[in-house]
């Protein structure tokens, strides 16, 4: 069955760095844009950053530009989002997300919490 696990997520000092994972299985992981969102306590869930299948095209939210970077490896089916400068508004559960056409999957989030 589909799976995509993220890991990396945890607590971090402002300034400091965190690379998050999201490992695939269960599809034809090439095939599918992938995405990262986050959802801070009491707001909506929100894009953070994109990228093409195989990782042309990919877009940056505008609060986290400059400080995050999403990558993929499709010969390891994971995805990365590597966070440089965290600042305490970072603070979120971050999710990954598989998409191709209609199809959507989700990861089940991992907490990553900015803090002195």
């Known amino acids: 069955q589909v799976q995509l696990v993220e890991s990396g997520g945890g607590l971090v000092q402002p300034g400091g760095s965190l690379r998050l994972s999201c490992a695939a299985s269960?599809?034809?992981?090439?095939?599918?844009?992938m995405s990262w969102y986050r959802q801070a306590p009491g707001k909506e869930r929100e894009l953070v950053a994109y990228?093409?299948?195989?990782?042309?095209?990919?877009t940056i939210a505008d609060s986290v530009k400059g400080r995050f970077t999403i990558s993929r490896d499709n010969a390891k089916n994971t995805v990365y989002l590597q966070m440089n400068s965290l600042k305490p508004e970072d603070t979120a559960v971050y999710y990954c997300?598989?998409?191709?056409?209609?199809?959507?999957?989700w990861g089940q989030g991992t907490q990553v919490t900015v803090s002195s």
């Open positions: 990228i093409h299948s195989i990782g042309v095209i990919t």
């Open positions: 269960g599809f034809t992981f090439s095939s599918y844009a």
């Open positions: 997300k598989a998409r191709r056409g209609s199809e959507n999957y």
